[in-house]
């Protein structure tokens, strides 16, 4: 049984993790037992509690680190007491609080002296993380508060329009591509909310093989992604845009599904990450937003339509009838053959480079002025005069002339800015 569990847990995080071996009836059905009697644990008992207090870790430590936080409390369950005031049940998550120090619910804007605390019907003082309690409250419609998530007046408990969350990755189980600008459900705190998603990460040459979590930085320029990778990755981020309003709080893990599949087997969980930024503002599209500068990279191609000289050439399908040339001029491009001869595998060659000038016409079309000159048998080969033209190699026609325009394009910039 051990060998056929080690093989099963082989494709698994708990790949070669020990095992114990236990029984609920030592000696099997027919050994007499009886309940009132004192019996003392067997041998493998024996081992199994020998083996965790080998791999289990001191929970000590961290508690401590939990409790000098920000009081934070999952509420499960609210019910008036007559001649008492009205209890709440639920779960320290973190942080401490005593009787008569003040609690705020963040989604109904309230505040309340704790008028008493009981654990497992006992009256205590204080209660601290990981600590399951009742807390009596005066004064409260239990009907405002039925579960969610209770905290202390300036804790990090806020009501968000979104968040961004770190630390993402994708679930393996999960099949299908987790794609930008698609809806998910979220789970978080104790809602569950439909959002859309924005991926985003640092440029892969910026890519760390650390092992911690990195820090959302406002000052940093990031990529758009269009789907979530599937490898894990720490440089990876997500904006969560939630359908309503939801308390989080920071730190908080979310889980991202598709409740609506179909299929009855397939996995619904697609990818898990945990809030590093809360976005409270109504109109964050424009106050918040766009502090964050998350960059799409575009890639425009045109042909040659003629040479005005060796310097300057008019492009024809880089831009269409009605587009905004303001944003455009001064863009940079450059002029590359791409010949058939070169193959698939070799980079185009690059002539030269330029910049936009201005439009030219009313059809699209625009005068790149170039740094240096175009080769002579380019010019010729464009030239409008029969007498002036020349001879390309066989294999190469003026299609094989391409511009090329590359730029950033951020996706939260109110004034829609290109840069290069």
């Given at each position: 049984?051990?060998?056929?569990?080690?093989?099963?847990?082989?494709?698994?995080?708990?790949?070669?993790?020990?095992?114990?071996?236990?029984?609920?009836?030592?000696?099997?059905?027919?050994?007499?037992?009886?309940?009132?009697?004192?019996?003392?644990?067997?041998?493998?008992?024996?081992?199994?509690?020998?083996?965790?207090?080998?791999?289990?870790?001191?929970?000590?430590?961290?508690?401590?680190?939990?409790?000098?936080?920000?009081?934070?409390?999952?509420?499960?369950?609210?019910?008036?007491?007559?001649?008492?005031?009205?209890?709440?049940?639920?779960?320290?998550?973190?942080?401490?609080?005593?009787?008569?120090?003040?609690?705020?619910?963040?989604?109904?804007?309230?505040?309340?002296?704790?008028?008493?605390?009981?654990?497992?019907?006992?009256?205590?003082?204080?209660?601290?993380?990981?600590?399951?309690?009742?807390?009596?409250?005066?004064?409260?419609?239990?009907?405002?508060?039925?579960?969610?998530?209770?905290?202390?007046?300036?804790?990090?408990?806020?009501?968000?329009?979104?968040?961004?969350?770190?630390?993402?990755?994708?679930?393996?189980?999960?099949?299908?591509?987790?794609?930008?600008?698609?809806?998910?459900?979220?789970?978080?705190?104790?809602?569950?909310?439909?959002?859309?998603?924005?991926?985003?990460?640092?440029?892969?040459?910026?890519?760390?093989?650390?092992?911690?979590?990195?820090?959302?930085?406002?000052?940093?320029?990031y990529v758009y992604l269009s789907e979530l990778p599937a490898e894990p990755q720490d440089q990876?981020?997500?904006?969560?845009?939630?359908?309503?309003?939801?308390?989080?709080?920071?730190?908080?893990?979310?889980?991202?599904?598709?409740?609506?599949?179909?299929?009855?087997?397939?996995?619904?969980?697609?990818?898990?990450?945990?809030?590093?930024?809360?976005?409270?503002?109504?109109?964050?599209?424009?106050?918040?937003?766009?502090?964050?500068?998350?960059?799409?990279?575009?890639?425009?191609?045109?042909?040659?339509?003629?040479?005005?000289?060796?310097?300057?050439?008019?492009?024809?399908?880089?831009?269409?009838?009605?587009?905004?040339?303001?944003?455009?001029?001064?863009?940079?491009?450059?002029?590359?053959?791409?010949?058939?001869?070169?193959?698939?595998?070799?980079?185009?060659?690059?002539?030269?480079?330029?910049?936009?000038?201005?439009?030219?016409?009313?059809?699209?079309?625009?005068?790149?002025?170039?740094?240096?000159?175009?080769?002579?048998?380019?010019?010729?080969?464009?030239?409008?005069?029969?007498?002036?033209?020349?001879?390309?190699?066989?294999?190469?026609?003026?299609?094989?002339?391409?511009?090329?325009?590359?730029?950033?394009?951020?996706?939260?910039?109110?004034?829609?800015?290109?840069?290069?």
């Open positions: 049984m051990k060998k056929r569990i080690s093989k099963t847990l082989e494709q698994t995080k708990f790949r070669g993790s020990p095992i114990a071996v236990v029984s609920a009836a030592p000696g099997g059905n027919q050994v007499d037992f009886k309940p009132d009697a004192h019996h003392p644990p067997n041998e493998d008992l024996q081992k199994l509690i020998a083996l965790l207090i080998q791999t289990v870790t001191d929970p000590t430590e961290r508690r401590e680190r939990v409790r000098q936080r920000g009081f934070l409390f999952a509420a499960d369950h609210c019910f008036t007491v007559t001649g008492q005031g009205t209890v709440m049940t639920g779960t320290v998550l973190a942080g401490s609080i005593r009787v008569g120090e003040t609690i705020e619910l963040p989604r109904q804007r309230l505040q309340r002296k704790i008028k008493s605390i009981q654990m497992f019907r006992q009256p205590v003082n204080s209660i601290g993380p990981g600590d399951r309690a009742g807390i009596c409250v005066p004064q409260l419609d239990p009907s405002l508060l039925e579960r969610g998530l209770v905290g202390t007046p300036g804790g990090s408990l806020q009501t968000c329009h979104a968040c961004v969350l770190g630390a993402v990755r994708k679930i393996s189980y999960f099949k299908n591509p987790v794609l930008s600008k698609s809806r998910f459900h979220i789970f978080i705190s104790q809602e569950t909310v439909l959002a859309q998603l924005t991926f985003f990460g640092l440029p892969a040459e910026q890519w760390t093989t650390t092992a911690s979590e990195v820090a959302l930085d406002l000052k940093q320029n990876v981020w997500v904006l969560v845009e939630f359908e309503r309003p939801v308390v989080c709080y920071t730190g908080a893990v979310v889980i991202g599904a598709r409740l609506d599949s179909t299929s009855a087997t397939a996995c619904r969980l697609a990818f898990h990450g945990k809030v590093q930024m809360q976005v409270s503002e109504p109109n964050y599209k424009q106050t918040v937003l766009p502090q964050l500068c998350v960059y799409r990279c575009k890639t425009r191609r045109g042909q040659i339509d003629r040479v005005m000289d060796s310097r300057t050439c008019v492009v024809r399908g880089l831009f269409k009838r009605e587009t905004n040339w303001d944003v455009f001029v001064g863009l940079r491009a450059h002029v590359e053959l791409d010949a058939p001869g070169n193959g698939d595998s070799e980079e185009p060659r690059r002539l030269c480079t330029g910049r936009i000038e201005s439009s030219f016409g009313q059809s699209g079309k625009c005068r790149l002025v170039l740094d240096d000159d175009l080769p002579e048998a380019v010019v010729h080969c464009f030239a409008r005069k029969s007498g002036k033209k020349a001879e390309l190699p066989s294999d190469i026609s003026r299609c094989n002339f391409c511009v090329v325009l590359e730029f950033k394009r951020f996706l939260f910039d109110p004034k829609r800015c290109l840069v290069q």
